[in-house]
């Protein structure tokens, strides 16, 4: 009889003899007599499975005594017991059968227990409070409940739209017309003028239209090859003319002369001569537009981490200066780092005055407030038109804009916080101070409740909470001890905006608004690339867009706002599309006219809608991912009207894509109220 044990036991074989290639001595049965096929340290194996006396034993061999010869004829079933990855159960029970898979899923089922107990521990943290009890949120980092929170509190001591708030939004929305002011006013700075290669000093006595006919190609940019410094003009005769001169060659214009048809004051095309080779406006007017992305997104940043009030005064006084500075310009080079620094600025101001303004107010009045803060903006167009007719000499126009301004410094003092943010930093002194103030103009002073302060200590969120007194040990030990990142009260505002519960939110709002960017500017900026006059369609422009956005507070009220923002985006899209089916240019900017004014509508609508996505920690930032998208997208527009040069309705095309992209994203968007 042998013993045969496998894989890593100790084997036996008590028969030897030539045929068994020494399965049977010492050494093989000391040291396993089976060997695996890696190597190993020479160890006698110990752990001992089961033993196999099966191969040479004549009552195994034997088949059962109630089998018939039919079953005794059949081959022998495989042997499980010979596989490397076997035992001796196998060959009983097989490696997987019915039997076996029908008890896995019976144990399976017991891990289903365990983790009920495991996970439902987070469903057990958010459960309702009654009244009285501390809010839940203090318990629970779910900030969007911790924002309904502080909005109920705030609106039970401030009201939804006071005096005092109809002031402060009233007051703020003069900043949006500032920033519209720097963005728009670029584009009369810029107005095209006819321009031809400038006449030597010797022949300044010729008239403009013989020179042009005599020396240059029709665009201006070329003149002829030859030394002008030969040739004199007397009498109204050409002396020392060259008889060949249709058979001499072009050189590009070092220097141009510009009409003065519509008087003497130069352009900022004039001042720096700006055409032929040297038309770089694009690239100027991109130096802005990267100013306003980066100022975009940072100014949520700061203005979270530091308050909206100081983040808006500081940078209206850099806006302000260097915008004044921006009018003394000596070269393109100075103007259009300046433009930079002006266009972070500008849109800083933007963002944070609007955000500050939704934050002072509550209920219905946030979408209506909201949407009133940015009708300065369509007036400001009239105003910018008219004050480019009157001053047209570009230097003095930008001073116009820019250091009357200053004034609004005066207000710094007074400005008030916003009230959301200053509850969930935690600072309780100053909000209560604002509370009073409001409450004494308001004439609400006796209504405040006593324990107010009790009450917005309760929903001060833990993490920002003042920590109480500490002894001498505790203050020791706690100087020793390193500081604990996770106790400051500031939240990384760009890992909630793409956590799990806003990500989506997020990329929908940065689609929607490079896709109404594209298009409001696309024709707010290039307007006069469709012909007429500049100074009037943009004053028709802008009057009719303020007109559209006090109608479109109606129409939010009475459909809602996202369905409001899917028609202002559909139709301007719409609108842009047919313009392929108008034979005629006039008809081409009467529906480009209504196009804008359909989509100001829309860009007035939009920031209220992105702001009431997200909550007061991350409100300004939220807002400022759309603005990033908006600069991104104002950086394409004067790289989308060059596609004019392939077709001239092109990219009203591009824009009605655009126009039908962002309604389905809009529509992808969760409703609010």
Known sequence: MSGVLRRGSLNFDCVGGPRDKGRGSLEANLYGGYRETRPGPKTPEISVIALDFRRYSEDLKKPPADQGSA???????????????????SNFLGHYTRWSFLWTLLLCLFQLPTTFHLFMFVFQLTTDAGPGEASPMLESSDIEELDQLHTKLLERLLGCLSPWQGLWCALLSIFQAICTFHIFVYVFQIAPKEFWCARPDNLLQMSVSEWRNMSQTSNGCLLLDMDYSQV???????????????????????????????????????????????????LVETCFLVGAAAGAVLSGWISDRFGRRHTLMAFVTIQSVFGGILAFSTSVAMFMSLRV???????????????????LVSGKWRTVIGILNILPVAISYVLSAGLAYLIRDWRHLQLAISWPWLIMLSIWYWLPESPRWLLAQGRLDELCELIERAAQMNGTSGSLPRNYRKTLEAAVPRAVESPPEATGDEVKAAEADPPDPNSSGHVNPLLVVFSAKYWRTTCLTLVIWLTLIIIYFGLTLHLSNLGGNIYINSAVAGAVEAVSI??????????????SLIGYMLLPGLCCLATNLV????????????AKCLIGANNAIIPTYTAMQYPTIVRNFGVGMGNLASGIALILVPFLWQLEHIDTLLPLNVMGVCGLIGAIAISLMKDVQ
Request: glycine share 6%.
């Open 71 to 89: 079953d005794r004829d059949q081959p022998p079933s495989r042997d499980l017991s010979q596989d490397a990855d076997s035992d001796v159960i």
């Open 232 to 282: 004199n003009y007397e009498d109204n005769q050409l002396i020392n003319w060259p008889a060949n001169a249709t058979e001499l060659g072009y050189r590009q214009c070092r220097h141009f002369e510009f009409s003065d048809e519509e008087g003497t004051a130069k352009t900022l095309v004039q001042e720096f001569e700006l055409v032929c080779g040297r038309d770089i406006l694009s």
């Open 341 to 359: 620094i002006i266009g972070f600025a500008s849109m800083t101001v933007t963002v944070v005055s609007f955000v500050l303004v939704v934050e």
């Open 550 to 563: 006090c109608i479109s507070i109606l129409v939010v009220l009475k459909v809602g706002i996202r369905r």
């Open 583 to 594: 034979p005629n240019q006039t008809g081409v900017i009467a529906l480009a006219t209504i």
